[in-house]
């Protein structure tokens, strides 16, 4: 590992790939600047660290047979409990193994966990199960980050007029909001109550007249935004941020729509076509702000009265308490 992780996200789990993208080859990731692979046997996914155990070569530069994984160098295989099947050449098979990393599907995801002992799989939000919903899933490139700054650009609610001006938010005068923020040691969800019609080219187009918009965050890699009508929900995005490696992040973005607004594969097109020029907006933001860091070093943020969630993100995931804390702020977004 390439750097002290904060505790929650060294111990967490994380995804690696989505289920249905596993094939016949090993795919390779980065988790926190350990290489690991994943490959199908006998149709379950198994995660490895990917290195031979004989020569440190790159089991993902290998390829899958009989449900084992074979290196490119001298063909030694690993079946999916990590231990060595056979040695080309030889009958002999030394008593060695990979080191197999625990494996979750959730949400049509392949999770694994670095930790020796793995915690138990944290909460994930229950709408991505909601079977009356539309969900897709929209997988990005890693971009340079910071992990927690990462999550703290998608819950704060203060930069769209500069980052992303006429996307998200009006260009005009600003509105009142009174938002409705909750803490605890489970996460944070700021309500922000809306009542007009949004301003921003996108909300303008998909939505119409918004009811509350509202912020989530759950401990420890995963943002979430929510969009309501008074129809009820009309569009989230939940967000997993996947630590590769220092100030690199890899987002796996799960959206989740209202059925009956349009066909799922019109709403899949349009919300991609509109989110990527927000994407690259925030990538570049938070590029420059690994950028900036580096010439400052380790500083201390300051806390302004709209940094809603931010500190709960930095001490849940950093392993510290989060009181239970319940309060109204008035915004002007
Ligand atoms: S390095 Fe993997 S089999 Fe030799
Ligand atoms: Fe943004």
Same mark, same amino acid.
């Given at each position: !590992?390439?750097?002290?992780?904060?505790?929650?996200?060294?111990q967490g789990?994380?995804?690696l790939?989505?289920?249905?993208?596993?094939g016949?080859?090993?795919?390779?990731?980065r988790?926190?600047?350990?290489?690991?692979v994943l490959?199908?046997?006998?149709?379950?996914?198994?995660?490895?660290?990917?290195?031979c @155990?004989h020569?440190?070569? $790159?089991?993902?530069?290998?390829?899958?047979?009989?449900?084992?994984?074979a290196?490119?160098?001298?063909?030694?295989?690993?079946g999916?409990d990590g231990?060595c099947?056979?040695?080309? &050449?030889?009958?002999?098979?030394?008593?060695?193994?990979?080191?197999?990393?625990p494996?979750?599907?959730?949400?049509?995801l392949?999770?694994t966990c670095?930790?020796?002992?793995?915690? @138990? /799989? @944290?909460?994930?939000?229950?709408?991505?199960?909601?079977?009356?919903l539309?969900?897709?899933?929209?997988?990005?490139?890693?971009?340079?980050?910071?992990? #927690?700054?990462?999550?703290? =650009?998608?819950?704060?609610?203060?930069?769209? %007029?500069y980052? %992303?001006?006429?996307?998200?938010?009006?260009?005009g005068?600003?509105?009142? !909001?009174? *938002?409705? *923020?909750?803490?605890?040691?489970?996460?944070?969800?700021?309500?922000?109550?809306?009542?007009?019609r949004?301003?921003?080219?996108?909300?303008?187009?998909?939505?119409?007249?918004r009811?509350?918009?509202?912020?989530?965050y759950?401990p420890?890699?995963? &943002?979430?935004?929510?969009?309501?009508?008074?129809?009820?929900?009309s569009?989230?995005?939940?967000?997993?941020?996947?630590?590769?490696?220092t100030?690199?992040v890899r987002p796996?973005?799960?959206?989740?729509?209202?059925?009956?607004?349009? @066909? =799922?594969?019109?709403k899949?097109?349009?919300l $991609?076509?509109f989110?990527?020029?927000?994407?690259?907006?925030?990538?570049?933001? #938070?590029?420059d702000?690994?950028?900036?860091? $580096?010439?400052?070093?380790? *500083?201390d /943020?300051?806390? &302004?009265?709209?940094?809603l969630?931010?500190?709960?993100?930095?001490?849940?995931?950093?392993?510290?308490?989060?009181? *239970?804390?319940?309060?109204e702020?008035?915004?002007?977004?």
């Amino acid at each position: !590992m390439s750097e002290a992780w904060p505790v929650a996200i060294a111990q967490g789990w994380h995804p690696l790939a989505a289920l249905d993208a596993l094939g016949s080859k090993p795919v390779a990731r980065r988790l926190m600047g350990t290489l690991v692979v994943l490959f199908l046997s006998a149709g379950k996914p198994v995660v490895m660290l990917d290195r031979c @155990p004989h020569r440190a070569l $790159k089991l993902s530069d290998g390829c899958v047979r009989g449900g084992a994984i074979a290196c490119p160098y001298h063909g030694w295989r690993f079946g999916a409990d990590g231990r060595c099947v056979e040695v080309p &050449g030889s009958d002999e098979v030394p008593a060695v193994s990979a080191r197999v990393l625990p494996v979750e599907i959730r949400a049509g995801l392949v999770w694994t966990c670095l930790a020796e002992t793995p915690p @138990p /799989f @944290p909460r994930l939000p229950a709408l991505l199960d909601d079977p009356a919903l539309d969900h897709f899933r929209w997988l990005v490139a890693p971009s340079r980050m910071r992990l #927690l700054d990462g999550i703290e =650009n998608m819950l704060d609610a203060s930069h769209p %007029h500069y980052v %992303h001006p006429w996307f998200l938010r009006g260009t005009g005068k600003r509105r009142a !909001m009174r *938002v409705e *923020v909750s803490l605890g040691p489970d996460g944070a969800q700021a309500v922000y109550h809306e009542n007009a019609r949004a301003e921003g080219i996108m909300p303008r187009l998909l939505e119409g007249k918004r009811t509350v918009s509202i912020g989530r965050y759950f401990p420890p890699t995963i &943002g979430q935004l929510e969009f309501r009508t008074d129809r009820g929900l009309s569009v989230s995005l939940t967000a997993i941020f996947v630590p590769e490696d220092t100030d690199l992040v890899r987002p796996y973005a799960l959206f989740s729509t209202r059925r009956g607004i349009a @066909p =799922n594969w019109l709403k899949r097109w349009v919300l $991609k076509a509109f989110n990527l020029p927000l994407l690259r907006q925030d990538q570049r933001v #938070l590029a420059d702000q690994v950028e900036a860091l $580096k010439d400052w070093g380790a *500083v201390d /943020f300051a806390i &302004g009265p709209a940094d809603l969630i931010g500190p709960t993100v930095w001490r849940l995931a950093n392993g510290r308490p989060q009181a *239970v804390e319940q309060r109204e702020a008035i915004l002007y977004l």
